[in-house]
């Protein structure tokens, strides 16, 4: 089938160095490098009712024409004199959300963990932004929209910004839809609600065309589909578990809420948690082989006393587990080689202390 107007719309620009073609993560990496390199910051000053970016120190670096920049973020930079890579301070009110934002599900929780620790410390890391040309003085997020609720929740006025040249369109989710998954960040049922609005907003004509969009196999999108069926009440119930709740095991809980309604699989989910069911036992309950109640334990699985779970950086990494008086079980994913070499040196630390 051939690419609905919308993603032909929404295709990369030319954006190339002499020798390769550079994605949009390519971009954003590259104007992280350049905020490393020269960090500038800028505040933000009011004109009426319309926030403006005040003048750099040196507006000749400013205007300088930037490689396969866009017409309408040109015409931005030199309006307000900004360089590529600047860190500004906009007013959080000029802040709204993007349409393509690739995250759907943001844990109350979480955010208020955040909060706290902004609170404290200020805010280290600027967000991305996009100018929202139709409307001057207004920013869609780019990246970052877990700190910009945290500022609001911690009654923050500004937020320290780069200012992006990237499109609101599909180019932009898959920008932020990349970053996401190199955290981990990015769950199966934040991609079944905005990928069931893709297709029936017709932004994509077909699953296989948003597939091939995201270079992902057509299966994957068509099990975040079948799960996007469920109420958000229900995937409200897993979203904040993504270590039992992947997407085999949220398309088995789709399977069961299609036969048995929501009541009973919020029983089921309450069941999978408690008694750590694993995706096959699960299955057979869907298949009616066991009962959602009275599913049997494998043979010599111990039923844990307590479970931690553990957050690095305000992320679920995993859970460390005890059972009875002489065991523990530490299960950590998504570690960066350097974090889990850290973490076993200081295991190994506490282990040989006398």
Same mark, same amino acid.
């Given at each position: 089938?051939?690419?609905?107007?919308?993603?032909?719309?929404?295709?990369?620009?030319?954006?190339?160095?002499?020798?390769?073609?550079?994605?949009?993560?390519?971009?954003?990496?590259?104007?992280?490098?350049?905020?490393?390199?020269?960090?500038?910051?800028?505040?933000?000053?009011?004109?009426?009712?319309?926030?403006?970016?005040?003048?750099?120190?040196?507006?000749?670096?400013?205007?300088?024409?930037?490689?396969?920049?866009?017409?309408?973020?040109? /015409?931005?930079?030199?309006?307000?004199?900004?360089?590529?890579?600047?860190?500004?301070?906009?007013?959080?009110?000029?802040?709204?959300?993007?349409?393509?934002?690739?995250?759907?599900?943001?844990?109350?929780?979480?955010?208020?963990?955040?909060?706290?620790?902004?609170?404290?410390?200020?805010?280290?890391?600027?967000i991305h932004v996009i100018p929202?040309?139709?409307?001057?003085?207004?920013?869609?997020?780019?990246?970052?929209?877990?700190?910009?609720?945290?500022?609001?929740?911690?009654?923050?006025?500004?937020?320290?910004?780069?200012?992006?040249?990237?499109?609101?369109?599909?180019?932009?989710?898959?920008?932020?839809?990349?970053?996401?998954?190199?955290?981990?960040?990015?769950?199966?049922?934040?991609?079944?609600?905005?990928?069931?609005?893709?297709?029936?907003?017709?932004?994509?004509?077909?699953?296989?065309?948003?597939?091939?969009?995201?270079?992902?196999?057509?299966?994957?999108?068509?099990?975040?589909?079948?799960?996007?069926?469920?109420?958000?009440?229900?995937?409200?119930?897993?979203?904040?578990?993504? !270590?039992?709740?992947?997407?085999?095991? /949220?398309?088995?809980?789709?399977?069961?809420?299609?036969?048995?309604?929501?009541?009973?699989?919020?029983?089921?989910?309450?069941?999978?948690? /408690?008694?750590?069911?694993?995706?096959?036992?699960?299955? !057979?309950?869907?298949?009616?082989?066991?009962?959602?109640?009275?599913?049997?334990?494998?043979?010599?699985?111990?039923?844990?006393?307590?479970?931690?779970?553990?957050?690095?950086?305000?992320?679920?990494?995993?859970?460390?587990?005890?059972?009875?008086?002489?065991?523990?079980?530490?299960?950590?994913?998504g570690l960066s080689k350097d974090?889990?070499?850290?973490?076993?040196?200081?295991?190994?630390?506490?282990?040989? /202390?006398?």
């Amino acid at each position: 089938m051939k690419p609905s107007q919308f993603a032909k719309g929404f295709q990369a620009r030319p954006d190339t160095t002499s020798s390769e073609k550079r994605t949009a993560l390519d971009r954003l990496n590259a104007i992280d490098g350049l905020v490393q390199d020269k960090p500038v910051s800028a505040k933000v000053t009011g004109r009426s009712s319309q926030p403006a970016v005040e003048p750099i120190a040196s507006p000749a670096l400013a205007v300088e024409p930037q490689e396969n920049e866009s017409a309408e973020y040109r /015409a931005w930079r030199l309006e307000h004199a900004y360089r590529p890579g600047q860190i500004v301070e906009l007013p959080l009110k000029a802040i709204k959300p993007s349409p393509f934002n690739p995250r759907h599900f943001y844990l109350k929780s979480s955010i208020a963990e955040l909060a706290v620790n902004l609170a404290k410390q200020g805010q280290q890391q600027a967000i991305h932004v996009i100018p929202d040309y139709t409307a001057p003085g207004s920013y869609y997020v780019s990246d970052g929209g877990r700190r910009v609720r945290a500022l609001k929740e911690a009654n923050k006025e500004t937020v320290k910004a780069i200012v992006v040249d990237l499109p609101i369109g599909i180019q932009s989710y898959k920008l932020g839809y990349d970053l996401n998954v190199q955290r981990d960040s990015q769950t199966v049922f934040d991609n079944a609600i905005v990928w069931k609005r893709f297709i029936e907003e017709k932004f994509f004509q077909s699953q296989r065309e948003l597939a091939d969009h995201l270079g992902l196999d057509e299966s994957t999108v068509a099990v975040a589909l079948s799960i996007a069926k469920l109420p958000e009440s229900v995937m409200q119930e897993m979203v904040a578990r993504p !270590d039992r709740f992947g997407s085999n095991m /949220a398309y088995q809980v789709g399977r069961y809420h299609g036969a048995r309604g929501t009541e009973a699989t919020l029983r089921l989910i309450n069941r999978i948690l /408690a008694d750590d069911l694993s995706t096959r036992q699960v299955a !057979d309950i869907v298949k009616g082989r066991s009962s959602a109640q009275e599913s049997p334990r494998p043979a010599g699985r111990q039923r844990y006393a307590q479970r931690l779970e553990i957050k690095l950086d305000g992320v679920a990494v995993g859970d460390l587990k005890s059972y009875g008086e002489d065991r523990l079980e530490l299960r950590l994913k998504g570690l960066s080689k350097d974090r889990r070499d850290e973490i076993l040196h200081q295991i190994q630390q506490i282990l040989q /202390a006398k």
